[in-house]
């Protein structure tokens, strides 16, 4: 992993002063070079926005990790990035330790900028009369919540990975460590978050209300239980997980907007609750208008699977000129709205986490685990219903019901990196409840967009539950001898 103390260092020596406009750009000056000699809340500030700094370089990581297995992309070729190359192997079942998204460096640079700010930001209270308790644990809810994403997301990919709890500081604490039960990572983290919950804002400070960068681009409570609500639904603890939805629900901060495309252009709408930031006149963009345009130069386009899903209902307003157009367009990403498409300078779109619309789906995939179809039903219809669709017809056999909570799902999050991991929360079932159907809907989901031609050998590969996950990359287990290749990747290479 990297040595992120001289990177924090050139960070603070030399960026400029933190103001409430640009929190997510701009970090305070500061000639210190190490942890120990923090003293000012704008030091502690400064590392923070590193954090979500670090989660904004993590997004086409997160992105594929979400979708390069996922049955909505499809790809235009084969002469993408790097990454885009990646998904491409992944898709055919060629899945090394050499593979691309393999490498977890970037969610772990965001990791170790947390760890730093709540290691040291306690030191700082007895130092600026400015920076109190209370600020301080409200700063670290926030190291908290961008921790635990990162780890959410390495041990849904990984399952299993190196519990990193101290920042790195120097040669002699190099991160040499053996993974951790990914269970075990999510339960810890789960417990710091509840413990700071209470500590984190409901909201922050803007300089302007129509486009809240702040309350949107920073970790909120609601963003937390929102966070909160997802890890319980993946490790089956339903109540918990209806508990935490219903506290965003019952908020009266977020709302399911009437125009779904908003969420999208400009973004940073009633119904977001955690986004990753882009501006372009800050010089934060992305390259979403590369990755999603058509043709020999674009990388993703809608599955033929995700394309007869929308087409099946001429009401279903999610579709054609919403998620994709005629020309093969990701359009949710490149248009203004159903018509227009962005120009060159709006490279800009926000990465989504968290909205409503997806605590409304969690709390009915929990209800639906506990067999209240019913009022699981009221909430799928919810987004049904704003995508123009008519009630749901309701099933008493739960297998058929989490199918229909999966497609919408599909259909209300295409591209947007949750795909995979909606399929296999479903698959894990099986391990819990010792039930093979829910393995079964896994993989019949999982092959959805797969060639005719690797139907066979996916079906052979998904069987074993080891190919759910990523194998630890070839760099990282040379650099640490104390990590051990799974059990599944150890046995394909010999």
């Avoid at 120097?170 to 040499?176: E, G, H, L, Q, T």
């Avoid at 019949?444 to 190919?467: D, F, I, M, Y």
Wanted: aromatic content about 14%; overall charge negative.
């Amino acid at each position: 992993m990297k040595k992120i103390s001289y990177y924090i260092l050139l960070l603070l020596i030399t960026l400029s002063q933190i103001s409430c406009e640009d929190y997510l750009t701009v970090l305070p000056e500061n000639n210190q070079s190490s942890f120990e000699y923090w003293e000012t809340k704008e030091e502690v500030e400064a590392v923070l926005a590193s954090g979500y700094i670090n989660l904004r370089s993590s997004v086409e990581t997160f992105l594929l990790w979400g979708e390069g297995r996922g049955n909505g992309l499809s790809f235009w070729s084969t002469s993408g990035s790097d990454l885009q190359k990646a998904a491409v192997k992944l898709r055919a079942f060629d899945i090394l330790p050499t593979n691309g998204l393999a490498d977890w460096s970037k969610p772990y640079a965001a990791i170790a900028m947390a760890n730093a700010v709540i290691k040291y930001a306690p030191d700082v209270v007895d130092k600026d009369p400015s920076f109190d308790m209370n600020m301080c644990r409200s700063f670290m809810a926030e190291a908290f919540f961008q921790r635990t994403l990162a780890y959410f997301y390495i041990v849904r990919t990984f399952k299993d990975a190196p519990f990193v709890t101290e920042p790195y500081v120097d040669d002699s604490a190099p991160y040499i460590m053996p993974k951790e039960d990914g269970i075990t990572i999510l339960k810890s983290c789960i417990a710091d978050l509840e413990e700071y919950l209470p500590n984190a804002k409901e909201f922050f400070p803007e300089v302007d209300n129509d486009n809240p960068i702040n309350t949107k681009g920073r970790a909120t409570r609601w963003g937390i239980h929102a966070l909160l609500a997802d890890m319980y639904l993946w490790l089956g603890d339903y109540e918990n997980s209806i508990k935490h939805c219903n506290s965003v629900i019952n908020s009266g901060r977020v709302g399911l907007i009437g125009n779904g495309f908003l969420n999208y252009y400009p973004g940073n709408s009633n119904e977001g609750i955690f986004e990753i930031q882009y501006s372009n006149p800050k010089s934060q963009t992305n390259s979403f208008l590369t990755w999603f345009k058509a043709g020999t130069d674009g990388y993703y386009k809608a599955s033929d699977y995700m394309t007869n899903l929308f087409e099946q209902n001429e009401s279903e307003s999610r579709g054609l000129n919403y998620s994709y157009n005629e020309a093969g367009y990701i359009w949710k990403y490149l248009g203004v709205d159903n018509a227009t498409a962005r120009v060159a300078s709006e490279n800009d779109q926000n990465y989504l986490i968290y909205r409503l619309a997806d605590v409304y789906l969690m709390k009915a995939e929990a209800l639906i685990m506990q067999d209240n179809y019913e009022m699981a039903g009221e909430l799928i219809d919810k987004t049904r219903q704003r995508a123009g669709l008519e009630k749901m017809t309701l099933s008493e056999d739960r297998l058929i019901m989490l199918e229909y909570l999966l497609v919408e799902r599909q259909k209300e999050f295409f591209a947007e990196g949750k795909n995979w991991f909606d399929m296999l929360r479903i698959g894990l079932r099986s391990q819990q409840l010792s039930d093979v159907r829910y393995k079964n809907l896994f993989i019949e989901q999982a092959l959805k967009a797969v060639a005719a031609t690797s139907q066979s050998l996916g079906r052979a590969t998904l069987s074993n539950e080891g190919s759910w996950y990523m194998p630890f990359s070839e760099s990282e287990l040379q650099k640490n001898p104390l990590l051990v290749q799974s059990e599944y990747y150890e046995s394909i290479s010999n």
